[in-house]
Antibody, heavy 122, light 110 residues
Framework: QVQLQESGPGLVKPSQTLSLTCTVSGGSISSGSSYWSWIRQPAGEGLEWIGRIYTSGSTNYNPSLKSRVTISVDTSKNQFSLKLSSVTAADTAVYYC??????????????WGQGTLVTVSS | QSVLAQPPSVSATPGQKVTISCSGSSSNIGDNYVSWYQQLPGTAPKLLIYDNNKRPSGIPDRFSGSKSGTSATLGITGLQTGDEADYYCGTWDSSLSAVVFGGGTNLTVL
């Protein structure tokens, strides 16, 4: 059973860079046709997909966040990471990492981390 | 404003059936498979349905999914109080080149 766990600072100052890491256990991050995604959810609101990475390093980002997002992978540590620059209060949310099953015409998230709350405040 | 439209809330009584709609366009639901997620209070979303109508292992057959044109529907039969949660639809949008979600539907089992 694949398990994911987010980690990183819970408080980030405005204009700084939010950095989170997702550690995958119960399987290799490089196995199968899996992508790995970041998704966020502001309090009381819906889900917003941030972006994904394949273990080859290829990425897709949400166009609304693309200019500020970088997702990277470290296969040796079975981890992938998110960096979101120039954060504002609007970036305050619970951030989830998830395994992303994706191919032409289909995409779904079958395993999720428990989520980590990141607050942007001075 | 979500790309996919869902009713904000639905309610039903235990044992009844409820359906939750998800409306999109030709570039998302019309062109790609739909998935559904259940989010119990204070927890991460959980995959309920993928590829429009397939259930992952462990999901009871009380949950079903369907798609027609640019709309999708989640059905839940034999409602239980434990089904009270937020439900989200999601799919790929070929025009945006992004995963898009509905705004979520809060299910109340009275």
């Amino acid at each position: 059973q694949v398990q994911l766990q987010e980690s990183g600072p819970g408080l980030v100052k405005p204009s700084q860079t939010l950095s989170l890491t997702c550690t995958v256990s119960g399987g290799s991050i490089s196995s199968g046709s899996s992508y790995w995604s970041w998704i966020r959810q502001p309090a009381g609101e819906g889900l917003e997909w941030i972006g994904r990475i394949y273990t080859s390093g290829s990425t897709n980002y949400n166009p609304s966040l693309k200019s500020r997002v970088t997702i990277s992978v470290d296969t040796s540590k079975n981890q992938f990471s998110l960096k979101l620059s120039s954060v504002t209060a609007a970036d305050t949310a619970v951030y989830y990492c998830a395994r992303d099953r994706h191919s032409s015409g289909w995409t779904y998230f079958d395993f999720w981390g428990q989520g980590t709350l990141v607050t942007v405040s001075s | 404003q979500s790309v996919l439209a869902q009713p904000p809330s639905v309610s039903a009584t235990p044992g009844q059936k409820v359906t939750i709609s998800c409306s999109g366009s030709s570039s998302n639901i019309g062109d790609n498979y739909v998935s559904w997620y259940q989010q119990l209070p204070g927890t991460a979303p959980k995959l309920l349905i993928y590829d429009n109508n397939k259930r992952p292992s462990g999901i009871p057959d009380r949950f079903s999914g369907s798609k027609s044109g640019t709309s999708a529907t989640l059905g839940i039969t034999g409602l239980q109080t434990g089904d009270e949660a937020d439900y989200y639809c999601g799919t790929w949008d070929s025009s945006l080149s992004a995963v898009v979600f509905g705004g979520g539907t809060n299910l109340t089992v009275l």
